[in-house]
């Protein structure tokens, strides 16, 4: 196998921006199940972040404006997912994949009038001399300002859900509900604030392929993201640096197989396709078996309708 | 399937007499697009309906059009065209290859309504085929490739491997390779039409090959806006013009151009002179067209090139045209041979030079 | 200050009205979005609810369409429901569906030109087995490895669409079809073909697969011991244990059901209405039949109902689409309001509302 053609520094910077978009939405949707919420409504919130970011940033000539209104809109879009499960305790699989539907068809409306158009650029983060250092410089200081907030984002959830009050309360309502509620806990405001949260991660996935990646807004343009980005929760076994790790694994393995086609390398290119999803479904056998239920770590009311009787 | 052709034939006797009663004089004629994707995916389906745009503006009330987007091969394409049908379309577009067989079964059902399927091979007697030859395009801007890559190494973005992909990528190779015998293709194949991220992500692994010219098969920006990153990476248009990328990396375009095509054959319809023919044009009939071309081309390069248009535009120059060797070395075409239709419409092999395989 | 108590037993007047209800909300709502798009509210929405059903012009053609359209979603929606009853998560039926069509007709090609009764039962045999197959994979990584069914699942949903591409392009590319992708059309093979049973009616054999799944699934939960055990699997999983279900089994029976019917919808389809394997031969169908299992309410005859309303919106919408000029996001927009409202309204049929103050949910 000649593998000399690819060097391992540009292909961590390359996987860390392919992953980005994945590891920003399945951060959001961690916490969302942690709470005890099932949202698959992860694509149709990316997109509609993206078309939503693409739409802020055209009409401020802001990219930085952009991704809040990302975010806000798609939190927006979310708290429809919200309102439906929350407080007429619809069913959440279903709830959610009615969102991704409607958000796919209102994304497409709302961005008709912005086909073809450019959005402002956003402008490079310049660290410095630390760009220039062999090898780190690349692929630790060579990124856009929204790699690194989704590597903070990481590390804030983890402190969140592992170092504060608030964020075991959050796992509490998730773990048991009635439980949560009987301690006086108000379960429905503490998620929806989860799926607000998840919401906007989502939105800001979008915007990065919209005004980073592509960057352009079309149709349908993350094509499938979202749901990568929900398998990846569940890889991560609801664990934030386990997500980082799942998306980077996901990413790496896509850039990859893409760098050994480009390198010549000769697999059937059907099998390097592929590769991604078995390569993820193959590590999460190896890390899930031998193991007891308890490694299993999802949040025992995941999904579960929660109605105060009392 | 004789029970099948039976019944299917009688209901559709019955069916189309009752629902397309012939065009009365001052009726607009209804002319139907099924399109395989969103109108704004500023790719293959934007183009089309850039097309239908023009028949519209062209014939004014006399026609009406009408579309559907999205529309997913196989069952429900049939669907969608036996609705056009019985709402009373004279001339329906199916713009993607998948259409075919479903074209071909609802035409059997409604023999006065004409249909024109793109990309395909088969015809009958109220169904053409129409296709454009991009590997016009391809040759001017492989052409430019050759003349411009320092690395020698020019990375090319590969949707599907089907005919018209293979035939895009020989053509651009065999004109890179004719003004600059070092250079060596790299293909990637993304198994898509259209996902922004992985063209994207094709692009970089191909600049991180070493790659400063990429080419696309694919109809998303993402590679452009991916090589102006990179900065000192060139690349092409497809299907569009991508003009937001010019001056650079965006140095030239193959643009699909069937705005002609569709007008003349509306117009056909309309006096009654269609006839079921296998269309394939090229830049001489205005189907292929070629971007404008960004001043960051040297002066010479742009007028070899253009130079290149001119003759194929007079049909002196055929980009297939011997000597020509297969990928193993077995003899292809002949000195001063031209490439047979048959041939080019089913290749499905590299020529001489192209390293790698076909997947299959 | 409103709040919900929950009733004693679903309301039955509500089950009945709730639906109505819901398409008459999603009328209001819808009309508004397509006034805002500048369409007619009142045409568009006679066009997608009235015209497949009852315009002259288009029912004799369209009324059958619905059939085909509603049985495969029917048909994977039906083995779904078993799983999700079960708290057994099957997301992939996309991806058996799709397995299930590389196989049923892997099975007719490599027979070509034969002639024989006995093709199109093997075929079935094939799909049916293809499905299963591809579903066995989360369920013994399940079993045995404790491997998250959900993630394994969706993961093969895109193993399959690639291995689906692989075939187009390679292994059963028509030899006669001048290189281009895509396998031979079953259609134009006797043998292999799933025809109309009867003619204008959309009737072929895999709507009959999917009625006879209805039936068999009212069965299986109503009146057999493996129904009652998914039923008590998903609302009382420790009582379950108790009465002696074993929870392995209970995931091989429900991703084995769920696939092998999701393997034979893949099977019916190719080798009826779609005709062949082709690089996008798969439209999503095993991702919208999870929405028809929900909004059916898992049960069998709510899934009928449901699936049939979904068809109906699918062609309806496509009318609206050519006939109004409506973007087709305009009626995905559409279709995600109806079904936000059939979930929304469903509360009603198990939720009493009360006003005023009391024990206010804190």
């Given at each position: 196998m000649n593998l000399s053609g690819i060097s391992p520094e540009v292909l961590i910077a390359a996987l860390m921006v392919a992953s980005t978009p994945i590891l920003l939405a399945a951060i959001g949707e961690l916490v969302v199940e942690k709470a005890g919420v099932l949202n698959l409504g992860v694509e149709g919130m990316m997109i509609f972040g993206a078309i939503c970011g693409f739409a802020v940033a055209v009409e401020t000539g802001s990219p930085a404006l952009g991704f809040l209104g990302a975010a806000a809109g798609a939190a927006a879009l979310s708290m429809l997912f919200g309102v439906l499960t929350?407080?007429?305790?619809?069913?959440q699989v279903a709830t959610g994949l009615a969102l991704t539907l409607f958000g796919l068809g209102l994304s497409a409306l709302v961005g008709q009038g912005y086909v073809g158009v450019t959005p402002p650029a956003m402008a490079k983060l310049d660290l410095g001399p630390l760009g220039d250092i062999p090898f780190f410089g690349r692929v630790l200081f060579g990124h856009d300002a929204m790699v690194y907030l989704s590597l903070a984002l990481v590390a804030a959830v983890w402190m969140f859900l592992n170092r504060s009050r608030a964020g075991l309360i959050l796992r509490a309502v998730g773990e048991s509900h009635d439980a949560a509620h009987a301690l006086g806990y108000r379960v429905v405001a503490i998620r929806l604030g989860a799926i607000a949260f998840g919401g906007a991660c989502a939105g800001l996935g979008g915007a990065y392929l919209s005004l980073i990646r592509v960057p352009q807004w079309t149709e349908g343009m993350t094509a499938g993201a979202g749901w990568i980005a929900l398998a990846i929760v569940v890889f991560a076994s609801w664990r934030p640096w386990r997500v980082l790790l799942g998306a980077y694994l996901f990413g790496g393995v896509t850039v990859l197989q893409l760098n050994l086609q480009a390198a010549g390398l000769a697999v059937p290119v059907e099998y390097l396709s592929m590769s991604p999803y078995v390569v993820t479904i193959l590590v999460l056998v190896v890390m899930s078996s031998g193991r007891g239920r308890a490694a299993l770590n999802a949040p025992a009311s995941l999904g579960r309708v929660f109605h105060a009787t009392t | 399937m004789k029970r099948r052709t039976v019944l299917g034939g009688m209901a559709a006797a019955a069916a189309g007499t009752l629902a397309t009663p012939l065009r009365a004089a001052g009726d607009p004629l209804k002319v139907g697009f099924v399109y395989v994707g969103p109108i704004g995916d500023l790719g293959w389906t934007h183009e089309h309906d850039q097309g239908r745009l023009a028949v519209e503006a062209h014939y004014g009330d006399k026609v009406e059009t009408f579309y559907q987007e999205n529309v997913p091969e196989g069952a429900d394409a049939e669907r969608v065209l036996t609705q056009m049908c019985l709402s009373g379309a004279g001339l329906i577009f199916t713009t993607s290859f998948g259409y075919m067989d479903a074209t071909l079964n609802v035409a059997r059902k409604f023999p006065n309504v004409k249909f024109e399927h793109a990309t395909g091979y088969k015809t009958a007697p109220n169904v053409a085929t129409y296709s454009a030859r991009f590997y016009e395009g391809r040759a001017v801007i492989g052409t430019i490739a050759g003349r411009m890559t320092k690395t020698n190494k020019v990375g090319y973005i590969a949707s599907y491997p089907i005919p018209e992909v293979i035939r895009g990528i020989n053509s651009a190779y065999i004109h890179a390779r004719k003004v600059n015998p070092d250079v060596e293709f790299v293909v990637v194949w993304v198994y898509t039409w259209f996902d922004p991220a992985k063209e994207g992500d094709a692009a970089q692994a191909l600049i991180d090959q070493g790659c400063d010219v990429v080419m696309q098969h694919t109809d998303s920006t993402a590679p452009q806006a991916v090589a102006k990153e990179a900065g000192n990476v060139m690349t092409f248009g497809q299907a569009s013009d991508m003009s937001a990328y010019a001056p650079w990396p965006r140095v030239t375009s193959i643009i699909d151009n069937w705005a002609p095509y569709y007008i003349r054959r509306v117009g056909e319809v309309m006096d009654g002179t269609w006839q079921p023919a296998q269309t394939w044009e090229g830049i001489a009939e205005g189907m292929v067209k070629i971007g404008p071309m960004s001043e960051r081309l040297p002066a010479e390069v742009r007028a070899e090139a253009e130079a290149l248009i001119e003759a194929m535009r007079k049909k002196e120059y055929h980009p297939f045209t011997g000597p020509l060797n297969k990928q193993d070395g077995s003899p292809w075409l002949a000195e001063g041979e031209v490439a047979d239709d048959g041939t080019l419409l089913g290749m499905n092999f590299y020529v001489e030079g192209l390293k790698g395989s076909i997947p299959s | 200050m409103i709040r919900l108590e929950r009733r004693p037993e679903p309301s039955r007047a509500w089950t009945a009205a709730t639906p109505i209800l819901a398409v008459a909300l999603t009328m209001l709502a819808g009309g508004a979005l397509f006034a805002a798009l500048g369409k007619d509210p009142v045409a568009a929405i006679r066009t997608i609810f009235w015209d497949p059903l009852f315009n002259e012009q288009f029912a004799a053609y369209s009324r059958p369409q619905l059939l085909v359209k509603a049985g495969p979603l029917i048909l994977i929606a039906i083995g779904l429901s078993l799983g999700f009853r079960a708290g057994v998560w099957n997301i992939g039926a996309e991806g058996q569906y799709i397995i299930g069509a590389i196989c049923g007709a892997g099975v007719a090609l490599a027979l070509y030109p034969a002639e024989s009764a006995l093709i199109f039962p093997a075929m079935v045999l094939a799909g049916a087995l293809g499905g299963f197959l591809w579903a066995m994979i989360p369920a013994i990584l399940k079993t045995?490895?404790?491997?998250?069914e959900i993630l394994v699942s969706l993961l093969l949903v895109y193993v399959a669409e690639q291995l689906l591409a692989s075939m187009a392009l390679g292994a059963m590319r028509n030899p006669e079809g001048g290189g281009f992708p895509g396998s031979r059309n079953l259609q134009q093979y006797p043998s292999a073909h799933n025809p109309e049973l009867l003619a204008n009616t959309g009737m072929h054999w895999g709507v009959v697969a999917a009625f006879l799944a209805v039936i068999g699934a009212y069965v299986l939960l109503n009146r057999h011991i493996t129904g009652f055990h998914i039923r008590l699997a998903g609302e009382a999983p420790k009582a379950a244990r108790f009465a002696g279900v074993r929870p392995n089994a209970l995931v091989v029976f429900c991703f084995g059901v769920s696939g092998a019917l999701a393997g034979l919808a893949g099977l019916f389809e190719v080798s009826g209405p779609s005709g062949q394997i082709s690089i996008d031969f798969n439209v999503g169908y095993g991702f919208t039949a999870i929405i028809v299992a929900f909004l059916g309410r898992l049960h069998p005859l709510g899934i009928l109902l449901a699936g049939l309303l979904m068809a109906l919106t699918y062609i309806g919408g496509e009318l609206a689409q050519f006939m109004l000029g409506l973007p087709a996001a305009a009626i995905q927009a559409f279709q995600g309001m109806l079904l936000f409202f059939l979930l929304a309204v469903d509360v009603l049929t198990n939720y009493r509302v009360r006003l005023g103050r009391g024990e206010v949910a804190r």
């Open positions: 929350q407080f007429l305790l619809s069913n | - | 045995r490895f404790n491997t998250n």
